[in-house]
């Protein structure tokens, strides 16, 4: 297979391919869990594909948004966007760093190589109006009244209990990888990518230039802006789950092998795939598909390489075959 | 000019290029100095000039440490290495956002891209040895007794007063930039590429894979590396003076213009650099002219246009000549 005709793939890594979901957060548990995750991905690149990981942020940029309140007394907190931006640069060194090391035990020499990523959202996205996203640590209710008065912080109660608020944060649509050109010379020279981490710094466009915003994109999301951008055949978001399922987590759960666009469609609008988790996987699987991509696969990290060869997870395909 | 006629450029931009140097670090600090320096670092791009950017994290990742410190009882601290990688991640998406603005100011539309950068050290190196580097918060002298039995810190006594005790770290000397081809790539299609930040991330060899370590790299020392990695004509060296100087403080104090790379082996050697400051700057351009680089530039931020072309600043050279 020349490279002319290597498939280029976009896998998104979900939160337990960082770190152990029971764990603290301790350096040693995430590097054991990168470890396990790069040995997966090692042995897709191995199979001549091209691979781009992406990979979401979310409990490390929720230590760094504690980590800043507990010392603003002495160091300035910074915004959302920079802190989004310091979790590219830890996550994708220790990627980058793992995954090297599991390609040379493949017995591959291939450059791995992490790109800072903004993505660019509107400033006119009608999520700015409705801020959904929960983020950094958690409040007591006249710290969250002040911290909306003196800061503007949109403030949401979270259960219940003394500390039950914290901050919501718009969650807006990615628009365009600004880095994406770059990524794709990257690519097509033969490096595995790392990019688009946490779903990419968002930023705005404002006469010209490109400012960074507080708020937070869906890293499936960006993914998929990713692999349009690059034209790449595959999309795989990487989850808790070996596959998509209707009526999940009912005694009439039933699990997808294959989906098409048109009942991916149907079963979302239905209301089949919660906004917070499996819905936007899917949101991203139908625009991958309707932007030219081949296919998109969700699955576990461990079934990743059976599922890009179509054994395992749920395939989303433009049109349904016979299984 | 074509392409390959080119000059590659690598510019060390120094502490005062990124934050102000008395103020607290705020993000508004951060932001306008950068602002400054991209504007001045575009005009070099302008010019023709292919550049690689390189820069410092004193700052930035003493205020991570004092973060996690304070922070300790609910986040883990995680170590140098990673620490290290955050500022990559921070600085240099500041950097290329307010670069790619003072491009486009400029009329230029190139792109800017940070590459998260490890650099390997010998795990023999004499500097683990004597760690001389002070880092993160000061301490108590109890506190410093514990951190020194139940981490291995070694601790050090700067100065007087209650809290007068600072952690110190290796500094050893960088050997190899581990993406120092990914950036050569970068450089010949035409970007301007931010790297090696905080003198990149230190790693040891360790049976074939590399394995990040307490301990930072000089900045300028790794700039060197990089700039003879890449190839590069010059290697430009800013920091707070325009000029290095013999003598410096004094009322015999002079200003060099030109300075051969024999004149500066000897003046190093008499101890006139001191080893905190402008001694790096030397050696790295020392060795650079000994790696095959043309010439080395040692001046402040607002000279850097007019040293690149020989009227400030102090230029260092294989072979000394009329001046």
Chains 1, 2 share one sequence.
Request: glycine residues 12%.
């Amino acid at each position: 297979m020349n490279a002319k005709e290597k498939e280029t793939i976009v896998i998104a890594l979900g939160g337990n391919a960082l770190s152990s979901p029971h764990g603290k957060g301790s350096i040693e548990e995430q590097m054991e869990a990168i470890g396990r995750s790069c040995q997966q991905i090692a042995r897709i690149v191995r199979s001549g594909t091209r691979v781009v990981l992406t990979h979401g942020n979310g409990p490390q940029v929720g230590q760094i948004l504690i980590q800043q309140e507990q010392a603003k007394g002495v160091v300035p907190p910074l915004p959302l966007d920079v802190c989004g931006a310091m979790t590219q640069g830890q996550i994708g060194y220790l990627l980058q760093q793992a995954l090297a090391q599991a390609l040379r035990a493949e017995g591959l020499k291939v450059p791995v190589v992490t790109v800072v990523t903004q993505v660019v959202v509107s400033s006119g996205d009608p999520a700015f109006k409705e801020p959904t996203k929960p983020i950094g640590p958690f409040y007591s209710k006249s710290e969250a009244e002040w911290l909306h008065k003196s800061k503007g912080y949109v403030i949401k109660r979270m259960g219940s209990g003394h500390r039950a608020y914290r901050r919501v944060v718009p969650s807006p649509y990615p628009r365009e990888i600004v880095e994406g050109r770059t990524i794709c010379r990257l690519v097509t020279s033969e490096h595995v990518v790392i990019a688009c981490g946490g779903g990419g710094v968002p930023v705005i466009r404002e006469g010209g230039r490109l400012r960074g915003i507080e708020a937070v994109i869906d890293k499936d999301l960006a993914s998929e802006r990713l692999a349009s951008a690059l034209g790449a055949q595959a999309l795989m978001i990487l989850t808790d789950v070996e596959r998509v399922a209707l009526h999940f987590g009912t005694p009439e759960q039933i699990n997808l092998e294959r989906l098409s666009v048109e009942e991916a469609k149907r079963y979302l609008a239905a209301g089949e795939f919660p906004s917070g988790s499996m819905g936007p996987k899917i949101e991203a699987a139908i625009r991958f598909l309707g932007n030219g991509g081949e296919r998109a696969i969700i699955t576990s990290l461990d079934r990743a390489q059976e599922a890009l060869a179509g054994q395992a997870g749920t395939q989303i395909v433009r049109v349904q075959q016979p299984t």
